[in-house]
């Protein structure tokens, strides 16, 4: 292989992110030296098993996901304003709208939804750490290094240009030469398994390690869409991760699962993918729901209306996610019969759905609204999701969906769920728990500005979509003619691009703006919070709970707020804490798994091997290790909790 | 914790589980590529054997009667059993047209 086809070359798009990726690269290791940080960052952030930590970077990764995703998406929101445009050509296109659509759902959606939930379900459910905190660290590691790995296919190699859905036989080795699908079959393996790992985690966590008197049904709601979340992950991930390990063989050993000729399927590959597929558009939207739930019930300053339903319309969601995945590809051809019953299954989706909107509502009403961001994105949620999910039941229409699939209508309709439903409970869940998580607040003017750009940038972006859907304008096409009469509508589109743009920038320039001036949170309670993590000093000190609190009721920290004045801890009752001992090997054995990756996607099966040594390597010394952490002593945590309560 | 607590002189029902596996593993290898039966009979036996040695892993590596939780095993495995189902006689159903 020569230089020329290693690097990508030919693209000055390209050069510049090179020269932009090196300049960052030179700038971040200055920065760490230059400051002597690096033992710092080993010791407090590359080896901690602490769930807090690994969700605040979680979420950094997510936010610089988002800003990757996003720039994708400006790019091609800019070669669709105006027809016949030659800003990018159909190769750079395709490229750019796979990465677009795998980097938002795989490396942003999923890991801020992971960051919310490793840094709050275990301070809701009044726990230490979660259940196997070593096992935690390796999880976001294999999810970083694949996200890593994906990432750079677009300098080194190629990005893959098959869809983020990968279909065969155009993902094939018959139709996709290069190294580009290859990069999508190993890093999504890899942090596939991070995340199965993740699901095994929490799940246990949740069903184990609940504060004494918090029964199932006295769960927080957000704690209580993660459990049915892992559920959802436990069973859907391992088909991804055999159908992604068929199409690794398929591309790289030469076998015929997926392929035209040689007895192969290639449409089996659209079924298993969307087998998991489908549960994990619900392991997105889930967990939104959940902090949707939150967000409303604290600033409606009322306790979650008809909890009971809700609990039961997740459990029912999850259980039909598992039964409608054909209703993505109903004119594949399977006939009326399984179209029918397809259809019939999808569209019962919306009575759950509906019931959780209802019990939203009915908790809002009567309450004593306090309108901050995190609210506002929750209440801008219920009228675009539900635009979403109305277009959702046009869709699932198997007759009528012959005239929209595949086009600019099934656009609109996705991202008015995903980005009105996940976009919009990330945001919400960032600012409601921004002080829980760094110990200030969030801007909140610079919050309500992020959050009108967006949310008005967003409809303006999206809602022509669906008529040029129905004008005709098909998914995935990169340029158009001038007398197809669409331009007025992408022009219209790209602008409200630009305002989603512009509100993203407005946030980052939040974080910083509230990491240097932000009003820093003394109480640990700057919302008057329901649930235990308000009960924690902000940030938590590392044991997260001096003494294992009770529970008596839902909304737990409420009832405890009236009936004793807060979360009282006495001095006597204090214990020596059983902590977890940070650990290297998560990291350095996630860095084996990127060689041993990045080695299948070249065919370089040496590195490859040595990569996988090292896994095995790092598996049987954790086998053989002995440590079963340590105890923080009594004197230790009395100093801690003074240091942590100064000034409240 | 309780009865997973204690450790056993030597792990026996691992090395008897581990070897079983081996062996069945094989003998679904051996039935593909060189038995030379009829394919759907080739097809049988590894299901067959696949469903032996996955019972085999719950006893023999997860413990699964030393639980005190036994609700919720039986409802995982049920669960389990479900989707199952779903994922394999759902796709040869929805796949019939190709097939």
């Not at chain 1, 694949?146 to 990968?166: C, E, K, Q, R, Y």
């Not at chain 1, 669409?486 to 022009?491: A, E, F, I, Y």
């Amino acid at each position: 292989m020569k230089w020329s086809e290693f690097f990508v070359t030919g693209e000055p798009l390209i050069y510049a992110a090179d020269v932009a990726i090196v300049l960052t690269m030179v700038g971040i290791v200055f920065v760490l030296t230059y400051f002597k940080k690096w033992k710092w960052l080993w010791n407090e952030w590359l080896t901690t098993v602490d769930h807090k930590k690994i969700g605040v970077m979680y979420i950094i990764c997510a936010v610089l996901m988002l800003f990757r995703g996003g720039v994708d998406a400006l790019l091609m929101r800019a070669q669709l304003t105006a027809p016949n445009m030659k800003f990018l050509d159909a190769q750079h296109y395709n490229e750019i709208f796979t990465t677009h659509g795998t980097i938002m759902i795989l490396f942003m959606a999923m890991p801020f939804i992971i960051g919310l939930m490793n840094i709050v379900v275990p301070l809701q459910i009044g726990a230490r750490d979660v259940a196997f905190p070593y096992l935690n660290a390796l999880s976001f590691w294999l999810f970083f290094f694949g996200a890593l790995l994906f990432n750079i296919s677009f300098v080194i190699g190629g990005s893959p240009d098959a869809g983020w859905t990968a279909y065969f036989p155009l993902a094939g080795n018959e139709f996709s030469h290069g190294v580009g699908n290859n990069y999508y079959a190993v890093a999504l393996q890899i942090s596939g398994i991070g995340t199965l790992m993740t699901g095994i985690n929490f799940l246990v966590t949740i069903l184990k390690m609940r504060a004494p008197g918090m029964t199932l049904m006295r769960m927080p709601m957000f704690t209580w869409t993660i459990l049915i979340t892992c559920v959802l992950i436990i069973f859907a991930f391992p088909v991804l991760t055999v159908a992604l390990a068929l199409m690794t063989f398929d591309r790289i050993f030469g076998t015929q699962f997926f392929t035209m000729a040689n007895g192969g399927m290639s449409m089996l590959w659209a079924n298993l993918f969307w087998i998991w597929g489908h549960p994990e558009v619900y392991i997105v939207i889930l967990p939104s729901f959940g902090i949707f739930s939150e967000v409303v019930s604290t600033f409606a300053q009322k306790r979650l209306f008809g909890y009971k339903a809700m609990v039961g319309s997740i459990v029912g969601i999850a259980f039909l996610s598992f039964i409608v995945w054909v209703h993505h590809f109903f004119t594949m051809g399977a006939g009326p019969a399984v179209n029918s019953a397809f259809s019939i299954t999808t569209m019962a989706i919306a009575i759950p759905t509906g019931v959780k909107i209802f019990n939203w509502l009915f908790t809002i009403r009567k309450g004593k609204i306090r309108f901050t961001t995190a609210m506002l994105w929750s209440l801008a949620f219920i009228p675009n999701f539900v635009i979403g999910g109305v277009t959702g039941v046009m869709l699932a229409m198997a007759a009528a969906d012959y005239q929209y699939h595949n086009s600019y209508f099934l656009i609109a309709h996705f991202h008015y769920v995903l980005i009105a439903g996940t976009v919009f409970a990330c945001f919400a869940g960032l600012h409601y728990w921004y002080p829980k998580m760094f110990g200030h607040i969030l801007n909140e003017r610079l919050g309500k500005w992020t959050f009108w750009l967006f949310m008005i940038g967003f409809n303006i972006c999206f809602f022509p979509m669906y008529f040029l859907g129905l004008m005709g304008m098909t998914r995935r096409m990169y340029t158009y003619s001038a007398d197809l009469g669409w331009t007025p509508l992408n022009v219209v589109a790209t602008v409200g691009a630009a305002l989603m743009g512009i509100g993203f920038i407005v946030l980052c320039y939040n974080i910083y703006y509230s990491a240097r001036y932000g009003e820093r949170d003394m109480t640990g309670d700057p919302w008057n919070g329901r649930t235990l993590e308000w009960a924690t000093a902000s940030p938590p000190v590392h044991y997260n709970f001096p003494v294992t609190p009770v529970v008596e009721d839902l909304d737990a920290y409420w009832v405890m707020k009236k009936k004793y004045g807060g979360f009282q801890v006495k001095e006597e009752d204090l214990k020596p804490i059983h902590m977890p001992s940070n650990s290297g090997r998560p990291f350095w054995m996630s860095v084996a798994f990127f060689v041993a990756g990045f080695g299948l996607v070249f065919k370089w099966f040496a590195l490859a091997i040595v990569g996988a040594l090292f896994i095995v390597l790092g598996l049987i010394l954790r086998s053989f290790e002995d440590d079963d952490g340590y105890y923080i002593p009594v004197d230790e945590i009395k100093r801690m909790e003074r240091a942590a309560r100064k000034g409240a | 914790m309780g009865a997973n607590d204690h450790h056993e002189s030597f792990p026996w029902k691992h090395i008897i589980g581990f070897l079983l596996s081996l062996v069945l593993t094989f003998a679904a290898l051996w039935a593909a590529l060189s038995s030379g039966l009829p394919l759907k009979t080739v097809i049988v036996i590894i299901v067959v054997f696949a469903v032996i040695q996955a019972s085999l892993q719950l006893f023999m590596f997860m413990h699964v009667t030393e639980s005190d939780s036994g609700r919720i095993q039986t409802f995982n495995m049920a669960y389990s059993f479900f989707i199952a189902v779903v994922v394999v006689a759902g796709s040869i159903w929805v796949m019939q047209f190709v097939l």
